[in-house]
């Protein structure tokens, strides 16, 4: 099996989301990537179970995708496997610091990434909002849709960013005392809600 860990010492993001580059960390803990067939089997019964109108296609001609698990981040998701990054970035609220632990990856359809910072003891609309300013800010692009939503009964935004560029496709979460950016950047050569939908809608939470 091609090893999960195929990290190279190359430019990786310097903003929230994956925009600018910036130095890259190789990954150093064996068990941030979890892979097996027990796992496989679990994930898929969790998203019908979830979904149980839906049919999870993996489209093996876009980009091979597997389900990862993080113990320390609390979460699950299915992710296109290419090159790999672990990274931190930091936000201010006030006098108040986010530090997000950036997990990516990186493919020729775009890059997909959960983000998870220790939520401070704040009002839910207060960190939301510094979020999307960071954004915003770090990006140049603009934000033209927003809708409330709530994954595991956790509740979050779903956001559409968008400039000639491309686009970003981002949920904003709070659970598991901590904040989520989930989120993926495709190119405007290589928009496909299909691909955006289908990462954001597999992420879980896998503790409370």
């Given amino acids: 099996m091609k090893s999960l860990l195929n990290l190279l010492s190359i430019s990786v993001v310097n903003c929230l989301l994956f925009l600018t580059d910036a130095s890259a960390q190789r990954l150093n803990q064996p068990t941030f990537f979890e892979e097996g067939r027990e796992q496989f089997e679990e994930l898929i019964q969790k998203l019908e179970q979830s979904q149980p109108n839906a049919?999870?296609?993996i489209d093996e001609s876009i980009q091979q995708w597997h389900p990862i698990t993080s113990e320390d981040g609390g979460f699950?998701?299915?992710v296109p496997l290419?090159?790999?990054f672990d990274d931190t970035e930091t936000i201010q609220i006030g006098e108040t610091p986010l530090i997000f632990r950036i997990l990516s990856s990186q493919v020729s359809t775009g890059k997909f990434v959960v983000a998870y910072a220790?939520?401070?003891n704040l009002p839910t609309d207060q960190l939301f909002t510094a979020v999307k300013d960071a954004l915003v800010q770090r990006t140049a692009f603009e934000i033209t849709h927003v809708e409330s939503i709530t994954v595991d009964g956790n509740i979050g935004e779903s956001l559409i960013l968008r400039s000639d560029a491309g686009q970003i496709s981002t949920y904003i979460l709070l659970g598991n005392s901590r904040l989520y950016v989930v989120?993926?950047?495709q190119s405007q050569e290589n928009?496909?809600?299909e691909v955006a939908n289908r990462f954001l809608s597999s992420f879980q939470f896998t503790s409370n």
């Fill in 82 to 84: 290419g090159i790999l």
């Fill in 183 to 185: 989120g993926v950047r």
């Fill in 55 to 57: 049919e999870l296609t």
């Fill in 118 to 120: 220790d939520a401070p």
């Fill in 76 to 78: 699950s998701v299915w």
């Fill in 191 to 193: 928009l496909s809600s």
